[in-house]
């Protein structure tokens, strides 16, 4: 049979960390206490002008390539997460593949699930992969959330950061993805959006986020615990085999619930909300690199990787790293 396994991670995060305080030096009437204490956030990184999605998400795949000891003539099929792609169109994908020089031929194209959007894109990957139709799959979560943040509202603009981070997914004869589970629900766009949308010439709607921070965290906490039973039922490993959990990293206080709802401890949980806030689609590639490179996650290890964002979309998935 063929199965599907991380052969390297990488990841990127745009310039120096904006700290809380330097939010509140820019005019945002916030405080770092206020930040820290809802949200365990306490610097992000924001993408100068003309650093672009693509440009985040190249920089993460190149740090994942040499991770797996690849070159990106190896790779036959890209797969960008992401909300803010460079352009209406080409996808993100496309701009990467160029940016990556690799040359005419493999696939590539966007997954748009907000912030479970990382997950979706490595469950299609492994779905290609274990199809037999591709070997070797660039999965990318790449962001530049500050685009799309109103800096006049204080409940959303602290919250996010750009950054991108990126996995090589390689067919293998031993399963690095154990399980992995999908859901949407269409029915809360209420509560998190984008509402606005480009028609003829000009945006109408509002083209910046829009949350109500509450519902989002109670509906977060519920379908997270619930995506884990799942994948781990589905593996059939214990949870106290379960060596780390990486949750989509919005909320250090989502993270710590969900973890508690489960019957993981804190310390089995990996957080980098801290230093990136809240990236969407790269927060959990992000982690995950992060992890890996500070010699956390190890070889042989069992992580759950789980995302959660605007749709409704939720997902996990199980790997043995
Ligand atoms: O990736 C997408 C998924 N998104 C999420 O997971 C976000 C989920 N939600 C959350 O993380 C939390 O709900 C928030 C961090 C967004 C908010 O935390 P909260 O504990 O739910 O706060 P709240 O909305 O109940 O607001 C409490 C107070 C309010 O003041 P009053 O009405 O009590 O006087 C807000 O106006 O905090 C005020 N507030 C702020 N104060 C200082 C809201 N934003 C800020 C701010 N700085 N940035």
């Not at 990184?45 to 390539?65: D, M, Q």
């Not at 991770?67 to 352009?87: E, S, Y």
């Amino acid at each position: 049979m063929i199965f599907s396994r991380i052969a390297g991670t990488g990841s990127y995060v745009p310039g120096a960390p904006v700290t809380n305080d330097d939010l509140v030096a820019r005019g945002i009437d916030t405080s770092d206490e206020w930040i820290r204490e809802r949200t365990g956030i306490r610097a992000r990184h924001f993408a100068e002008e003309g650093v672009t999605t693509s440009k985040l998400g190249a920089e993460a795949a190149r740090r994942a390539l040499d991770a797996a000891g690849m070159k990106p003539a190896d790779i036959d099929l890209v797969i960008v997460a992401t909300t803010t792609p460079d352009m209406v169109f080409p996808s993100t994908a496309c701009l990467v593949q160029h940016e990556l020089g690799m040359p005419s031929g493999a696939a590539a194209f966007d997954m748009q699930a907000v912030c479970s959007g990382f997950v979706y894109a490595l469950t299609i990957a492994d779905k290609f992969i274990r199809s037999g139709s591709n070997k070797r799959v660039l999965v990318i979560g790449a962001e530049t959330v500050s685009r799309i943040l109103d800096w006049s509202d204080r409940t959303t603009c602290v919250l996010f950061g750009d950054g991108a981070g990126a996995v090589v997914l390689e067919a293998d004869e031993v399963p690095g993805i154990m399980a992995t589970t999908l859901h949407a629900d269409g029915s809360h766009s209420d509560i998190l959006s984008v509402p606005g949308q480009i028609a003829n010439g000009v945006v109408t709607g509002s083209p910046f986020i829009r949350m109500d921070g509450q519902a989002v965290f109670k509906f977060a906490v519920r379908v997270l615990a619930d995506a884990a039973h799942e994948v781990l039922t589905r593996a059939a490993l214990p949870v106290d085999q379960l060596d780390w959990m990486i949750p989509h990293q919005a909320n250090i206080r989502i993270m710590l619930a969900t973890a508690k709802r489960l019957g993981v401890s804190e310390d089995h949980v990996i957080v980098t909300v801290d230093r990136h806030g809240n990236t969407s689609s790269a927060s959990v590639p992000l982690a995950l690199d992060a992890a890996v490179r500070e010699g956390r996650v190890k070889r042989g290890q069992t992580v759950l990787l789980e995302g959660v964002g605007g749709g409704f979309t939720w997902g996990a998935a199980l790997i043995r790293y």
